[in-house]
């Protein structure tokens, strides 16, 4: 599947205000996972005007000037980068558009020539190509459930989450390094789940990150809500402690009068 759309931009490459990031690329407009947490990029498309509603979202217009601006811009921010993130507003490998995949690995490609590292995060499946890029890159999926009818009901056009899975395994197994971010996690009474079951299932992983679910009442809705994040926060250190694991709890999981020991 391609992208019916296409259009052009005056820039790509900036710095990001996100805690774990420096700079980004954003090579695509909208997504077609459609994700209904609700999804923070298509409130902020749609907020400035980019969208008009969810319909425009889930159908991705892909950047045709991308690699031509990557070409000039990159010279030019190369001392100042320490690396980039495909990407905080879309997703890089969306699920069956071969031409988003492609044209995400044409830029990987193109920043790892300049000896700059990338992130890369997904609910699609990592391409296996990606094993023959730069050891220095990160890979990684979100994974907030391994249940199938949760994903269809929550992350509609996004991949099975065991193809997810198997796609990052394929990729820790050839060396590469790999992340999951387990984010943005809802509280039971969305989904009652085993938490333990999501952790064992990423054990392999070379980092994980946790975080809350922000902008749903729902959340606030559920009893104990504040501790029940505190909790799954410190399972989260616990286990990555044990298995030697890195992790990162994103800013406003654990409530203010907790402190990370």
């Known amino acids: 599947m391609n992208c019916n759309e296409s259009l052009s931009r005056k820039s790509l490459l900036y710095k990001t205000g996100v805690e774990y990031g420096d700079y980004t690329i954003n090579h695509v407009q909208g997504c077609s996972h459609g994700c209904m947490y609700p999804c923070y990029a298509f409130m902020m498309a ?118 997810r899975i198997k796609s990052l395994k394929y990729l820790h197994d050839k060396g590469c390094k790999t992340w999951v971010s387990i984010e943005p996690y809802p509280t039971p009474n969305f989904i009652e789940q085993d938490f333990n079951e999501i952790l064992e299932a990423v054990s392999f992983a070379d980092k994980i990150i946790f975080g809350r679910l922000h902008y749903n009442k729902k959340v606030s809705e559920y009893k104990d809500y504040k501790k029940y994040y505190n909790d799954l926060a410190y399972k989260v250190i616990d286990f990555c402690k044990e298995n030697k694991i890195e992790y990162h709890i994103k800013n406003k999981t654990i409530t203010e009068e907790e402190q990370i020991k």
């Open 46 to 163: 749609r907020r400035f005007g980019k969208v008009k509603n969810y319909n425009n979202w889930i159908n991705p217009i892909i950047v045709n000037n991308a690699v031509e601006l990557l070409t000039k811009e990159l010279p030019k921010l190369k001392h100042k980068i320490k690396s980039v993130h495909l990407c905080f507003t879309t997703d890089p490998f969306m699920y069956k558009y071969d031409d988003i995949c492609n044209l995400s690995i044409e830029i990987l490609k193109l920043v790892n020539s300049y000896n700059i590292p990338c992130t890369a995060l997904t609910k699609g499946v990592l391409p296996k190509e990606l094993a023959n890029l730069s050891k220095d890159n990160s890979y990684g999926i979100t994974l907030i459930s391994l249940n199938e009818e949760f994903r269809k009901k929550m992350e509609p056009g996004s991949a099975p989450y065991m193809d």
